[in-house]
């Protein structure tokens, strides 16, 4: 059965004007008391709290009967996210991703946005506010950057590849120089998934698999051509987000980077 999809555009001006309204009149100018720091030592700002709130208050006008899981809901109020295995469509939002780039004054920060049914995603967007970098999607669809179609899953290469990586995963892949070139720690989860869309990167590969950050991204990779999945090759499920979980341009790059990043005793 089609599900069908909200008005892109119209979540495409939202996620715009709260940029252009909420965060950049705070970047580079927040005030003492607007950053304050969450349990394991994340930053939240103003910002993120104000724009997921504003996000909150209208998307669901665009679906009758959807509902949202927002970043800073869940820290407030864990059973938020029991919301993504309920039958409503659901809207996972990252007001902000990277904060602390955006609360260092650092440019690399974005609003990631998911449109889920069912525990599927349906449709994506990330969008950057200081290059005004846009990447959307929709299933069946495929995903346009910057207004230009992506296709990827046609990587030839067969090494010498870049990426990020998180903790052990980073270490292993720097064990790897024949395979891996180079690997950068993660800093802002959309901004790497733009740059896998654009061909910046080959691949991402994360510990840490909170829907917010991980939901439009991964989908957009799959849906221009790249794969996504597990270490272990399981689906990666939103609403039990665990795992090691890598995303790569093409099949045959997933499976040569996992190959690396796959302990032996694993096998």
Known sequence: MSIPLPDMDRVVELIETAAAEIILPRFRALKDGEIDEKDGGELVTVAD??????????????VPGSTVVGEEAVFADKSVFDRLAAD????VIDPVDGTWNFAN???????IVAYVVRGEVHAGWIYEPVSEALAVGARGDGVR???QKVALG??????????TAARYLRERAEAAPGTVREVFRPRCAGHEYVQILSGERAFSAYTKLLPWD???GSFMVRE???????????????????GDMLTACSHEVWRKICAVMTPQDDE
Request: net charge negative.
């Open 49 to 62: 709290i104000e724009t997921e709130a504003w996000l909150t208050q209208r998307l669901p006008e665009l």
């Open 88 to 91: 409503d469509p659901v809207w």
């Open 105 to 111: 004054g650092r440019e690399t920060f974005a609003v």
């Open 145 to 147: 950057l910057s207004g």
């Open 154 to 163: 046609d990587s030839s290469a067969e090494s010498d590849f870049v990426g």
């Open 214 to 216: 991980h939901a439009a």
């Open 224 to 242: 221009a051509g790249g794969h996504n999945a597990l270490l272990d090759g399981a689906q990666y499920d939103l609403s039990q987000p665990k």
